[in-house]
């Protein structure tokens, strides 16, 4: 009898599905501790099973949860992500759990942060140097691809996983329909224009106060969406 082989740790829902089923946690017992059972229950789930552990686990992975059994709590980057001071600490909270699986630094390295937009590459390299199993590694490359295009449009993706179930997204800024639709005076400069190529260019326009946190959360957004945007080369 063949011994089936695992494969490591990896996240196996998308980083917006995570954020959905730690504002569930959150909304329930706020940061109090809980054991893993009360966690499935308030995550939406009957009980122990496969799917409930591996919903859990995809939460812990993306740093959203601390604690393991019955100290399992909502962590502080998860509070970063649903009580943000602003929308650049919204931004940058959610970059930095799309880095925390082992994982997908890993596979960022090995690309040197361009990831390929043929999952071939990444796929022999999850299974003949990390230890994946086909599956595993397809599973893996899904959910690291769907979270970085999550994060191309943060607060409307998150915000659609969060109301699926009528629940009203905690990172909302304001509540105040007229207060979220002022905007700062940078909002109404024009367009900046820049030609990257001869037959490429990028307009940028910010809203809202153009700090050093937003500039370098600016920059570590094109780091992660360029095996995206750009093509194979």
Aim: some cysteine.
């Amino acid at each position: 009898m063949i011994a089936l082989t695992r494969s490591p740790r990896a996240p196996r829902y998308s980083l917006s599905e995570a954020v959905k089923y730690v504002s569930r946690i959150y909304e329930g017992v706020h940061r109090s501790p809980v054991d893993a059972i009360t966690a499935y229950q308030l995550m939406g789930f009957a009980g122990k099973s496969g799917t409930s552990a591996t919903a859990l686990g995809s939460v812990r992975q993306f740093g959203l949860v601390d604690g393991v059994g019955d100290r399992t709590r909502v962590s502080d980057l998860a509070m970063r992500i649903l009580e943000p001071a602003s929308p650049e600490e919204l931004h940058g909270a959610l970059q930095d759990a799309l880095s925390q699986p082992a994982v997908f630094r890993a596979i960022m390295e090995r690309f040197e942060g361009r990831i390929p937009s043929a999952n071939e590459p990444i796929r022999a390299f999850l299974i003949r140097d990390m230890g994946f199993s086909k599956q595993g590694a397809e599973d893996c490359i899904s959910a690291l691809r769907t979270s970085i295009k999550q994060l191309g449009d943060v607060p409307s993706e998150i915000r659609e996983a969060a109301n699926q179930d009528g629940e009203t997204f905690i990172g909302e800024i304001g509540n105040n329909p007229a207060e979220q639709r002022r905007e700062h005076p940078l909002a109404s400069r024009e367009v900046i224009r820049l030609p990257l190529t001869k037959d490429c260019y990028v307009e940028l326009r910010f809203e809202g106060p153009v700090t050093t946190n937003a500039v370098d959360n600016l920059i570590k957004h094109i780091d992660l969406m360029r095996s995206v945007w750009a093509d194979e080369q």
